[in-house]
């Protein structure tokens, strides 16, 4: 039935930007977001990588929604999501590995990332391949942008600089011309400021993390968005193994 709707790539698209973003709207991935904020090369840097994996992972389990066995679905996708993140972890090593350091155990934990789950059984697993491309794409540019939002302010208020890092990260496939960074650390000390070490910290994350939700919330009222939520309990991606949908104990319709 869901193949038979006229489906809208533009919506399907920009959902995951403002509308669904699945870190400001939807409160999924916090973890990696709260830990890979602290500035905007970190943060820029995973959420490519999970935009990488959320897309493949998505083409690959939309072909194969018909072939796989509904009550082996989640072990599926899991098998599925770890190929494409090995094959993202060793390119990173290769490719980048100073980010692959800052990153760390991150990086390979994009396997249980409850935004690329959670998309398998909300929408690749029911919809046609380019269709699940585009809603990849869409919400894994929500999650950078989120991410680069998060890693900016954290990054200018508790350390003083925007972009540091950036050498270490294109700098072998673009010419910077010796650039690595903003630093406002002399500028402040100038007129007896210092950065705030609290935003690099996990307690300044948390700040940063609900101060954004409750400006994009904001922005998507206004807007006449309605409550962003899965819909129904087919968009856990715990519902296969969650007693309390077949009890209607989980506050879903």
Do not use: W
């Amino acid at each position: 039935m869901a193949e038979k709707k006229k489906i809208s790539y533009a919506r399907e698209f920009s959902k995951g930007i403002l509308k669904e973003n699945p870190v400001l709207r939807l409160v999924l991935g916090t973890c990696p977001t709260l830990a890979t904020s602290t500035s905007v090369i970190n943060g820029v840097g995973m959420g490519i990588a999970a935009t990488i994996v959320l897309i493949c992972s998505n083409i690959v389990i939309s072909a194969l929604r018909k072939v796989i066995p509904s009550k082996a679905r989640i072990p599926a996708y899991i098998v599925i999501i770890a190929s494409f993140v090995t094959m993202v972890q060793m390119l990173v090593k290769a490719f980048v590995p100073a980010l692959d350091q800052s990153l760390g155990v991150f990086l390979p934990l994009i396997v249980v990332n409850c935004i690329i789950l959670g998309r398998a059984e909300a929408f690749a697993g029911k919809n046609p391949v380019l269709a699940s491309a585009v809603d990849g794409l869409g919400m894994g540019i929500g999650f950078t942008a989120a991410l680069f939002c998060m890693g900016a302010i954290r990054e200018i208020l508790g350390s003083g600089t925007f972009l540091s890092g950036i050498d270490t990260m294109i700098g072998s496939f673009v010419d910077l011309k010796g650039f690595t960074g903003f630093d406002f650390t002399s500028a402040l000390e100038k007129i007896g400021l210092a950065p705030m070490t609290l935003f690099v910290l996990p307690a300044g994350g948390f700040f940063v993390f609900g101060i954004l939700m409750a400006l994009v919330n904001k922005l998507a009222e206004e807007k006449g968005l309605k409550k962003a939520a899965l819909e129904g309990c087919e968009g856990c991606p715990h519902a296969a193994i969650c007693g309390k949908s077949e009890k209607e104990e989980c506050g879903t319709k």
